[in-house]
C-alpha cells in the first residue's frame, strides 16, 4: 500500500517543482543571475528617461522574473517639436547653413555641416525669416526626422534627394511652392502629411496632391494613389525603390515620367481611364 503511495505521489511532486521553476525533473536548479544583452531577454528598451531593462537569466537560457537596466539613455525622441517621452522641446539645429536672398529680406536654409539626426530648421535667422529651402538642401542627409517651420513658403527642387534615413515628411501649411523630384531616392520614407490649412497641397493616403485632390505630386513606398486623381506627375516617384506595387485608379486619365527608377516595382496595375 505504502509503494502505491509513493508512486502516486511521485509524479505529482515532480510536476509541482518543474511549474514553480526551482527544479526541473532532471535535477537541474534555476539560478537567475546571468545578465545577458539579447533581443529576448529585452524588458523595455532605452528612453530619454530610462535606460534599457533586462531580464535576468538562468546558465539553461530560463528567463527569470527580476531586471536590471543596462547602457545610456537614448536621445529625445522629437516628435511636431516636443520629445514624445517627456515633452522637452527639440532645439534648432546647429551648423545649418544660410543663403541671404536677393533683395536682403530673407533666407534660404540648406544642410551645412549640420549632422544631427533629428533636424529642427529656425523660424529666424539673424534677425531675418528662414522663408525656403534651397535645392538640394538636404541632399544625403542622414536626418530620421525633419522638422519645417511654418515661416517656410518654399521647398526647392531635389531638396530632400537620397535622405534615405527619413521616416516621414509633414508639410506646414506656409509652403505654397515645392519643387519636382522633392524626395528622389528617399527610400525609407513612408509618411507625407500637409497641414489641413495649407491653400495650396493637400494630402491622402500618403501622397502629395494638389489642392483639388486632382494631381498626385509625389508619393513614397507606402502610398495609395486615392480614387478621384486625375494626372499623376513627372517624377512622382522618382526613384523610389522601395515601391512594389502601384495601382492607378480608374480616375486617371494621366501619367507623365512618374516612375523612373522604380526598380523594386513588382506589380503595376492600370485603370481604365489612362488614356
Known amino acids: 500500500m505504502k509503494k502505491k503511495i509513493l508512486r502516486t505521489l511521485l509524479p505529482l511532486c515532480c510536476a509541482m517543482v518543474c511549474i514553480f521553476g526551482l527544479v526541473a525533473c532532471n535535477g537541474h536548479r534555476h539560478t537567475f543571475n ?45 516628435s511636431g517639436g516636443h520629445c514624445v517621452v517627456c515633452q522637452t522641446e527639440q532645439p534648432v539645429s546647429e551648423w545649418l547653413e544660410f543663403d ?3 533683395d ?3 533666407y534660404a536654409v540648406r544642410k551645412g555641416y549640420c549632422d544631427d539626426t533629428q533636424i529642427r530648421i529656425p523660424e529666424v535667422y539673424e534677425g531675418k525669416p528662414v522663408t525656403k529651402i534651397s535645392s538640394y538642401g538636404f541632399q544625403n542627409a542622414q536626418m530620421t526626422s525633419l522638422l519645417i517651420p511654418d515661416s517656410i513658403v518654399g521647398i526647392e527642387r531635389f531638396a530632400f534627394r537620397g535622405c534615405d534615413r527619413l521616416k516621414s515628411l509633414t508639410i506646414p501649411s506656409s509652403v505654397t511652392r515645392i519643387g519636382a523630384h522633392l524626395l528622389e531616392r528617399s527610400n ?38 486615392p480614387n478621384g486623381v486625375t494626372a499623376i506627375d513627372d517624377y512622382a516617384f522618382d526613384y523610389c525603390e522601395t515601391v ?5 485608379p480608374d480616375s486617371v486619365k494621366n501619367v507623365g515620367y512618374a516612375f523612373a527608377g522604380c526598380n523594386g516595382l513588382l506589380a503595376i496595375t492600370i485603370g481604365c481611364g489612362v488614356t
Do not use: W
Open 34 to 78: 546571468m545578465s545577458i544583452i539579447r533581443d529576448e531577454y529585452l524588458k523595455s528598451e532605452a528612453t530619454c528617461q530610462s535606460k534599457a531593462i533586462y531580464y535576468f537569466a538562468c546558465e539553461c537560457g530560463e528567463k527569470g522574473t527580476e531586471t536590471f537596466t543596462y547602457g545610456e539613455f537614448a536621445s529625445h525622441d522629437y
Open 100 to 102: 541671404l536672398s536677393d
Open 104 to 106: 536682403g529680406q530673407s
Open 188 to 225: 525609407s520614407l513612408e509618411r507625407i502629411t500637409v497641414a489641413a490649412d495649407n491653400p495650396k497641397y493637400k494630402s491622402e493616403n500618403n501622397c502629395l496632391l494638389t489642392k483639388d485632390g486632382k494631381t498626385l505630386l509625389c508619393g513614397c513606398k507606402n502610398s495609395i494613389i
Open 244 to 248: 512594389t506595387n502601384i495601382t492607378i
